[in-house]
Every structure is written in C-alpha cells, then in structure tokens.
C-alpha cells in the first residue's frame, strides 16, 4: 500500500488521530472501579506466585475445591502484573489502553470510510457514549479490540477473495479464549454469519446480496472450523467450547446478574441504545444504496445479542462501524475542518483535567473501610455470610467468602440460596439454619438486617454508616 493512500489527508488523518485520543481520555471521566474487579486481581496474584492455572475454587468457604471454570485467566495475570508496576493507577492505565486501541483499530483498519464524510464520523464517534457503565478494569475491554479486528478481517475477505487476513484468526482465537473465553465464540459464529450472507446471488427491492467465489466459500468454512478448533486451546480445553451457552441457559442468574438483563423499553436508561438502533435503521432506508445482504445479516444478529443483554451493547456500535460509513455519502471537507478537530480535541483533554481528581478519588475508593475488614479478620470467620457486592474484595483481603461475581461457580450450590436469604423469599429463614452461619456482614439498610436485629441467635457487634456485622451468640 503506497504511503499517499494510508494518510489520504495527512492534516485531517492525524488530527481524527488525536480526536480519538482525546475523546477517549473524556471516556475515562467514567472510569468505574467495579466490585468484581478485586477477585481477578487475587486469582492473578495466586497463579502467578504459585505458577499454576487456577481451575479449582481457592477463595470460598462454600465451594472451595469445586471446578472453577476460569476463562479469563489471562487477563487475570496481565491485570495483577499491571499493578505490581503501577499500583492503583493499573486501573486508569489498563482502561484507557484497550479502549483507546480500539477505537483506533476501529479508525485505522477503516480510514477511508471515516474521513469521507467527518460531520457523520464526529457523529458516530460521540455515539460510542454507549460504552460508558462498561469503561471499567475488566476483560471485556480486551474483547472488544479482538471482536474489531475479527470483523475487519472477516469483511477483507468479503471485499477481496485473495485476502490472506483470515489467517490470523485462529490467533485472535486463542487469545480470546483465554482472555475472556465467555465471548470467544465469537470468531466462529461471525465467519458462519460471513458464511450464510455469500450462499445466493440476487437483488430484490432494497436489498442485494453477492454469492461468493468457491474461494471465499472454502476460507470462511476453514476459518470457521479451525476457530472452534482454536477455542480448547486453554486449561479448561473443549469445555470452553461450550461454557457461553451453559451460562445463556442459567435463566435464574440471567434473571438476577445486572449485566445480563435484557434491553427493556421501560427502563429508561437502556434509550441509548434503542437511539442508535434508530440511526443504524434511518441510515440504511434513506441510503441512496441497495442494503448488502451481509450487512443486514450482521446487524441482525448484533441487535438479537444487543437486545437480549445489556452486555452486548458495544458489539452492535463495533461490527457497525464496518458498515454504516458504506451508506452514508461523502463529503468535501468545509473550511475551518482542521480547526472544528483541533479546538473539539483540546475541550476533550480539559474536561478530562478538570475531571482527573473524580477519576483518582474513583479507582482509590474502597469497597469496605479497613476497620470493617480489620475487625471480620480478627474474628477468625469460618461461615461468613457475606452480601454480593462485598465478595470479590473479601477476596482481594484475604478472607473466605460465601458468594463473590463469580455467578457461574455457585450457580449449582449456593446461588439461590443467597438471593432467597438476602431477599427474605419464602423459606429463608431454613437456609439461614441450613448454613449455620457464624458471621453477617451486610448493608446497614437491607431487609436481612432487620431480620437479625430481631432474631435471638444473632447480635451486632459492628456498625459504621453502610455496613453492620452480626455474630452468632455462643
């Protein structure tokens, strides 16, 4: 490829590049340090000074010994390593990293399309907004820059049937089986939607479709068949293969996981989304082009995962950005262009300053104080019940727990059992006995803790404002 071609406008390439730059550190202003976080930490510590996979439970009083199916073991050890080396601002550093990478995968790989019309690409640019609630130290972010390079990779092939990018998809594969192998099915589901969109050649109304050469048949097939192959490449082997579809078929912890909840036309927060639903919709019916039929297989299929969890939602924005740009027409750049990216790049960067104590204040914030967790360790807990959000930094201090985020372990233990005690359903006053707990540590504001305000085998020994612990009477 000739240097000319790759920077098209030098002026204007390198100050979208800075764009991007900025408006991606004006993301970190929502930089979250969530409570799953801590356990990843923890686990990266443990495999690392003990040089051994982790794939039994190591950190719950519950469950420990049980299979662990720890599919992101990768990032685990990348995270702990991250912090040995830079302490609490890992959290900012890795952050910024993968989503800055990724929306610069996202501009490189598709530049053309980008600057053939900026006032449509700032647009689509400030709609990434919907990553904001998932800017946080989590795998997630490392998925998202292995889903855009799998779909740009996946689209060369669409556009030249020569293209040998396709060979670095078992890579991307393994990687992300490893990472975060939640998601890794993804290379091979999108290399069968890939698949599916060349079989028929035809044109109808507004809708087009291209069949593919024999070549392209034959390399779409081989890469989907070797990516299912590339995903036992882990500790775990073939039961990675088959773990997205065990969790999407546990209704019960769909049903109570935040994270999994489906996109809801009455929560009014979940609007974003449905916005860009919309635009992708307008764009396609009032282009003057014919819609691919590749393209609407993909949108198809990211709006089911979109619209079946909230999860998804960044799929839809990264696999869209390889087709909206084909739709929209393009543009002579307006004078003044030059300075409308310079000026809206360093009101990003100072809003990012004027934000920067938030930020430090957020990735320094303690899920519990130290005299909270001081006291739990002076008392030597052996049954602690413990309320969900606090499990992953019991953890990270060193104390057993009874549940933490890892749903997915305690889904066949003591899942129910924990939503059924800290919503007082039916009953719950026998799992309370079934357990014999010696310790609560809970909310000060919670329904549970009236329940042991007036129940004569437990009494409250701690209290500060949000958290109280109750111990078992002698």
Not at 144 to 164: C, F, G, H, P, R
Not at 398 to 404: A, E, K, L, P, R
Not at 439 to 455: E, Q, R, V
Request: overall charge positive; proline content about 2%; glycine content about 4%.
């Amino acid at each position: 490829m000739k240097i000319k071609e790759f920077f098209v406008n030098k002026k204007i390439f390198f100050l979208y590049l800075f764009l991007i730059f900025s408006f991606s550190l004006f993301l970190m202003s929502f930089l979250v340090r969530e409570t799953d976080y801590f356990w990843h930490i923890k686990a990266g510590e443990y495999m690392v000074k003990n040089s051994r996979f982790l794939t039994r439970d190591i950190f719950s009083w519950i469950v420990k010994g049980k299979y662990w199916m720890s599919h992101e073991w990768l990032f685990e050890i990348i995270i702990y390593l991250l912090k040995l080396v830079s302490n609490n601002y890992h959290i900012f550093i890795y952050a910024f990293l993968f989503l800055f990478s990724m929306m610069i995968i996202l501009f490189l790989t598709n530049r053309k399309e980008y600057l053939k019309n900026i006032p449509f690409s700032l647009f689509w640019l400030s709609l990434s907004m919907i990553f904001i609630g998932v800017i946080q130290c989590r795998p997630h972010l490392i998925s998202y820059n292995l889903l855009a390079i799998t779909i740009w990779v996946l689209y060369d092939l669409y556009q030249d049937e020569n293209s040998k990018k396709y060979l670095i998809l078992p890579v991307v594969t393994i990687i992300w089986s490893n990472v975060h192998g939640g998601s890794s099915n993804l290379p091979y589901l999108l290399s069968l939607v890939f698949l599916i969109g060349g079989i028929f050649g035809f044109s109808f109304k507004k809708i087009s479709a291209r069949r593919y050469s024999k070549k392209q048949f034959f390399k779409y097939f081989l890469i989907m068949i070797v990516c299912v192959l590339c995903i036992s490449v882990n500790p775990h082997g073939i039961k990675m293969l088959f773990y997205p579809y065990q969790n999407m078929l546990d209704g019960f912890m769909l049903k109570t996981i935040a994270e999994w909840q489906p996109t809801n036309l009455n929560d009014f927060s979940h609007y974003t989304y449905f916005v860009l639903i919309i635009i992708i919709v307008c764009v396609f019916l009032f282009s003057s082009k014919k819609i691919k039929l590749i393209d609407l297989l993909l949108f198809c299929f990211v709006l089911f995962l979109g619209l079946k969890s909230i999860r998804f939602w960044p799929y839809t924005y990264i696999v869209m950005s390889y087709i909206i740009f084909y739709y929209i027409p393009s543009r002579k750049n307006d004078n003044g262009t030059e300075f409308v990216l310079f000026i809206l790049s360093i009101l990003l960067i100072i809003i990012f300053a004027i934000n920067n104590k938030m930020i430090i204040k957020n990735i320094n914030k303690k899920v519990l104080n130290d005299e909270v967790v001081s006291y739990i360790k002076t008392k030597n807990a052996k049954r602690l019940y413990n309320y969900y959000d606090y499990g992953g930094y019991l953890i990270y201090c060193n104390i057993s727990v009874f549940i933490d985020g890892r749903a997915d372990l305690y889904s066949n233990y003591n899942y129910k059992d924990y939503y059924k005690i800290s919503s007082l359903a039916y009953g719950y006053e026998k799992i309370i006995k079934k357990y014999d707990f010696d310790y609560f540590i809970i909310p000060k504001d919670i329904g549970l803790a009236t329940y042991l305000d007036n129940n004569d085998s437990y009494s409250l020994v701690f209290s500060d404002k949000k958290v109280v612990i109750y111990e078992m009477k002698k």
